[in-house]
């Protein structure tokens, strides 16, 4: 009786196929064989579950299914009809013609990213984007770093490590891709302190809670959720008064961040940079890929 396996071709012979050619052609030799291989062992694990193996024709059909899937051009353009305008699964903001275009130009040659041009020497590429951060949102410097979880970490380490955060417990939230904010505080080296309930936090409890080991007090916006009815917050003026007279420094995370007035466009209010900064905080700290509508 003939082996089953003796039906499956060989490599070669698929590489042969005037249409696995083409492929060779589109995505490199390298490529193409080891999807070869691939659909080859599917087919003998095929034959040793009981069931007939592919012919020559549904073999190469899944090593062109298996390209397409494997090595089509990615992200792939989608319509929006989710009713959410910022979707973290659907790329977060799009970006304007222009900064599109600034892009492309900047993208297309050669540029000054870490060229100082007035003294021919290595500059920082934080430079520039610093001063007009600090410029729009009144703050005295500012950085811009992976995501706003980073930043929130980093800022965390720096002035917090080794000592105590105190959070209101309704704002000891997840903020996105599974970042959670005990999490980053107990990654930056700092203590998490919770003070509240869930529902109705005031300031008298962040005071009660401040001691010698206090490193900061961290406010956080609720960007993609809500707690409605009988509900109490601070406001972040209060906590930074409250931070003045203990020597305490207040942080900000504003979640999406905003540098315009959202309800000038019909929209709820979302907290601007700018009030942040006004209100007297340490910190603050924004995402530049939602609101902001940046890369």
């Not at 209101?168 to 003070?195: C, K, M, N, W, Y």
């Not at 007297?280 to 995402?287: D, E, Q, W």
Request: proline share 3%.
């Amino acid at each position: 009786m003939k082996s089953p396996f003796k039906s499956l071709p060989s490599v070669e012979k698929v590489l042969s196929d005037n249409r696995v050619e083409t492929l060779v052609q589109r995505y490199s030799r390298q490529v193409v064989v080891d999807l070869v291989r691939s659909e080859i062992d599917t087919a003998r694990q095929t034959i040793l579950d009981g069931y007939a193996a592919p012919d020559f024709d549904r073999l190469v059909q899944a090593i062109e299914e298996s390209a397409e899937t494997n090595w089509r051009e990615w992200p792939v353009h989608v319509i929006n009809a989710t009713g959410v305008i910022l979707h973290t699964n659907l790329g977060r903001a799009p970006l304007s013609r222009e900064a599109t275009d600034a892009a492309r130009r900047a993208a297309l040659g050669y540029s000054d990213l870490e060229l100082d041009l007035d003294t021919g020497r290595r500059g920082s590429r934080q430079a520039h984007i610093s001063n007009l951060m600090a410029e729009v949102t009144g703050a005295e410097a500012a950085i811009v770093v992976n995501n706003n979880a980073s930043a929130l970490l980093l800022g965390l380490a720096a002035l917090a490590s080794g000592k105590e955060v105190i959070v209101s417990r309704g704002e000891a939230v997840e903020i996105g891709g599974g970042f959670r904010v005990p999490d980053v505080l107990r990654q930056s080296g700092a203590t998490l302190i919770e003070v509240g309930t869930t529902n109705r936090t005031y300031a008298r409890d962040f005071e009660e809670a401040i001691t010698e080991n206090t490193g900061a007090i961290l406010a956080v916006h609720a960007s993609n959720f809500r707690i409605t009815g009988f509900t109490h917050a601070p406001e972040l003026s209060e906590l930074v008064e409250l931070g003045a007279r203990h020597s305490v420094v207040v942080l900000h995370d504003l979640g999406s961040g905003c540098l315009l007035d959202t309800t000038a466009y019909g929209l709820a209010h979302e907290p601007m940079a700018q009030e942040s900064i006004k209100a007297g905080v340490g910190l603050g700290f924004f995402s530049g890929d939602k609101l902001l509508g940046g890369p």
